[in-house]
Nanobody, 124 residues
Framework: VQLQASGGGLVQVGGSLRLSCAAS????????TGWFRQAPGKEREFVAA????????LYENSVKGRFTISRDNAKNTVYLRMNSLKPEDTAVYFC??????????????????WGQGTLVTVSS
């Protein structure tokens, strides 16, 4: 599975962005998808995850109520809608896929495939 993240950019505090993660390759077998982010000088951290069916989601506490993860399997794409953005949301955002699609995880090492990252900058 190959992943391509896009949709990052520069936005003001309180603004919104929608990130996309497009998958290609062997996608028919199903996979769960997570979004992670990494700010300069910090470790990669979990943001949100969604099961293959879309019926289960998981969010990091600081983004609950502001971010929404969703997927369109017909388009092999997972989205991360980010509202009410804050300066601390500034980071490179990565999407990742895990083939055990019915178990969500907050741990990067449990994901099998990674996209290249897209930069989100929130200016105050």
């Amino acid at each position: 599975v190959q992943l391509q993240a896009s949709g990052g950019g520069l936005v003001q505090v309180g603004g919104s962005l929608r990130l996309s993660c497009a998958a290609s390759g062997r996608t028919s077998s199903g996979y769960a998808t997570g979004w992670f982010r990494q700010a300069p000088g910090k470790e990669r951290e979990f943001v949100a995850a969604i099961s293959w069916s879309g019926g289960s989601t998981l969010y990091e506490n600081s983004v609950k109520g502001r971010f929404t993860i969703s997927r369109d399997n017909a388009k092999n794409t997972v989205y991360l809608r980010m509202n009410s953005l804050k300066p601390e949301d500034t980071a490179v955002y990565f999407c990742a896929a895990k083939t055990i699609y019915y178990i969500l995880s907050v741990y990067p090492n449990e994901y099998d495939y990674w996209g290249q990252g897209t930069l989100v900058t929130v200016s105050s």
